[in-house]
């Protein structure tokens, strides 16, 4: 299972790994890797005048960086009241940033996807039911 929020400057990734917990790391190095090379010959392509301004030196090496250093802010959820809340949180982030009046109206949300049934919905059953 994943929901996400891909926004202007930064990215809300939920992952559920079921029974595949070390499968998280992969998946992170994944997304960071595509993007972040995706992300350059982009610049490359379309704006070389400023690479530079996103270049780093490490080890007397001069590199391109995309993604800060660092894992980013994660945790892990154990009850159905935070993962609720976190997904909550992370398809409302649009609607805080000021992009969309309503979550499912960002198209590079989980919220998006669910409601137009496309993409890669979670199965609603992985997710722990909210007693109330």
Not at 4 to 30: F, Q, R, T, W
Not at 66 to 88: C, M, T, V
């Amino acid at each position: 299972m994943g929901l996400c929020a891909l926004m202007l400057d930064h990215i809300h990734l939920l992952i559920y790994p079921g029974e595949n917990a070390h499968i998280v790391p992969k998946v992170l190095s994944v997304v960071k890797g595509q993007t972040g090379r995706e992300y350059k010959n982009q610049l490359i392509m379309n704006i070389p005048e400023i690479v530079n301004e996103f270049c780093i030196r490490r080890r007397g090496v001069k590199k391109l960086q995309f993604w800060q250093p660092g894992g980013g802010y994660d945790r892990n959820l154990w009850s159905a009241k935070a993962i609720h809340s976190s997904i909550e949180y992370i398809e409302n982030n649009p609607v805080r940033a000021g992009l969309v009046s309503t979550p499912d109206q960002w198209r590079w949300s989980s919220a998006w996807e669910r409601k137009n049934k496309c993409g890669l919905m979670p199965d609603d059953s992985s997710i722990p039911m909210l007693m109330k």
